[in-house]
């Protein structure tokens, strides 16, 4: 089990990165997050949804993402605290003290899915989730220490050098657990260095006498993550705009923004230049297309977009003449009215839309989550993609649908065409789909295969991770599942 001394300090792609090298010495992996807390949500082809991180850790270990990779997944909400997926499924919406009172009763799901996993691979490589240190968090812990008891697994501690206190992040972790977790610990490394290696030798000598355990590696920094995939909302913060000049494309980030990475393959356009706008930032005048990206809660982050006054701003950049792309619940908000009655998303009742497209939303109890396969309405390219939403959307403008599905239309595109929305998560990743939207828009064509540059990337990562860490050391503290 690999956990951290902190959030963001690279767990999820050293599992990624481990995956990749496990499976090219031909072993069967599999990875596993117990409890996760993310918007940004993958579907599974058994009709699960997972952590997109989870999701990215099963591409590297070159099998089909499954429910049982992440079998308690926590999706916040506006109001109504976070909707708590079991085993793929929507099983409650709890506020943060419900949650924590009765989690418990998760546990048991939980190892269900871990043992399932372990008894079909030769592997299991298992991420926690923030700091083990949270001692108040003990208490029927699902994530880091709780799960490792339970299951009684070994622990390898990942300390983030760049963040700066490497040391006493390390030091401090073990220093506040008791000593049963702490034993849990078998060895340590250090991500994300900068320089030269030699000058932490006598860092490394203090912390393995301090620690007791072994470092197994120190990690250089790998810049071409930035390639891969992000799951968490604060990967936002470091987002500027992916190019200075070419085709200008501006998301408006949502308090609630969910599914971010529909971006990535626009952001690694040379053609492109994408800027993420916060509150406060008008759309500029010269901006050919605002996306308007998916949300965890569509009624409460519409309110917000109108509070930061930018379906005035939207509203401008339509009689200018320009594009308006809505996914998922950014396609809700583009229509006329949404429909709440069942309180799905707090007090039921109807909100006005953005009214760009003819179209009105009913939010219902079922959720869609589903991978799929569409043909694109005006380019006829193919679209992989997946859907995961709450709600139907129907009205004139689907008449002119975006993509064709095996199952019937989908999407909505207004009569002069400068408004689209659509359900299709992913739709950017295919090659030609892009090529073909972004030509429409004038921007120039490049050739980038955004799918094989993931395949690229965490091959890079693999060989990065062999090269610094040592995975026979690291196999040797796995033990077997009982």
């Known amino acids: 089990m690999v956990m951290g001394t902190g959030s963001d300090v690279g767990k999820s792609l050293i599992v990624a990165g481990l995956a990749r090298a496990l499976v090219k010495r031909g072993l069967s992996v599999a990875p596993f997050k117990p409890q996760n807390m993310s918007n940004n949500a993958a579907v599974t082809r ?35 605290g976070a909707q708590v997926i079991v085993q793929g499924k929507r099983a409650a919406t709890l506020t943060a003290r419900q949650f924590f009172s009765q989690r418990q009763q998760f546990m048991p799901a939980i190892l269900d899915s871990f043992h399932k996993l372990a008894s079909a691979h030769d592997v299991i490589l298992v991420e926690g989730a ?15 220490m709780g799960f490792a008891e339970a299951a009684n697994m070994p622990v ?5 050098i760049h963040r700066g206190g490497v040391i006493a992040s390390l030091v401090g972790t073990l220093a506040v657990l008791d000593e049963t977790d702490s034993k849990r610990i078998k060895g340590f490394l250090i991500n994300k260095f900068h320089g030269d290696p030699q000058l932490f030798v006598e860092g490394r000598k203090f912390l393995e006498h301090r620690l007791g355990v072994p470092c197994v590696g120190i990690v250089p920094h790998f810049p071409a993550a930035s390639r891969l995939p992000a799951e968490d909302a604060v990967a936002l913060e470091e987002l500027a705009a992916s190019n200075s000049k070419g085709l200008k494309i501006c998301v408006l980030r949502l308090p609630r ?10 952001r ?31 009624m409460a982050d519409l309110a917000a977009l109108r509070a930061a006054g930018w379906d005035i701003d939207l509203a401008a950049h339509h009689r200018r003449g320009g594009r308006v792309l809505g996914l998922c619940g950014g396609f809700q908000m583009l229509g006329r009215l949404i429909h709440d009655p069942q309180g799905l998303e707090g007090t039921p009742g109807s909100v006005a839309g953005l009214g760009l497209l003819d179209v009105e939303t ?8 589903t991978e799929t396969q569409a043909m694109h309405t005006l380019s006829g390219k193919l679209i992989s993609a997946y859907e995961i939403h709450l709600g139907e959307t129907v009205g004139p403008d689907c008449a002119r649908p975006f993509a064709q599905k095996p199952g019937g239309p989908e999407g909505a595109i207004s009569p002069e065409g400068l408004v689209t929305g659509t359900y299709l998560h992913g739709c950017f990743t295919s090659d030609g789909f892009r090529s073909a939207y972004l030509k429409s828009l ?28 040592g995975i026979d050391a690291i196999l040797r503290m796995a033990e077997p599942v009982t």
């Open 130 to 144: 923030g700091s083990p240190a949270e001692t108040n968090l003990r208490d029927g812990d699902l994530a880091n």
């Open 268 to 298: 690694q356009e040379p053609g492109v230049s994408v800027q993420f706008l916060t509150p406060g930032q008008p759309i500029p005048g010269d901006c050919s297309l605002v996306i308007i990206p998916g949300s965890k809660s569509t």
């Open 46 to 80: 058994d009709g699960g949804e997972i952590g997109r991180a989870q999701a990215l850790q099963a591409r590297a270990a070159r099998v089909p993402p499954s429910l049982h990779m992440n079998p308690v997944l926590l999706k916040p909400e506006a109001e109504t």
């Open 156 to 160: 390898l501690l990942v300390g983030d």
């Open 362 to 369: 009913t939010l219902l109890p079922d959720k869609t989550t």
């Open 257 to 266: 923004i969910a599914n971010f990475d529909d971006l990535d393959p626009l």
């Open 442 to 469: 004038g921007a120039a064509v490049s050739s980038h295969a955004y799918e094989q540059g993931i395949e690229d990337t965490l091959d890079a990562l693999a060989a990065h991770l062999e090269a610094h860490l």
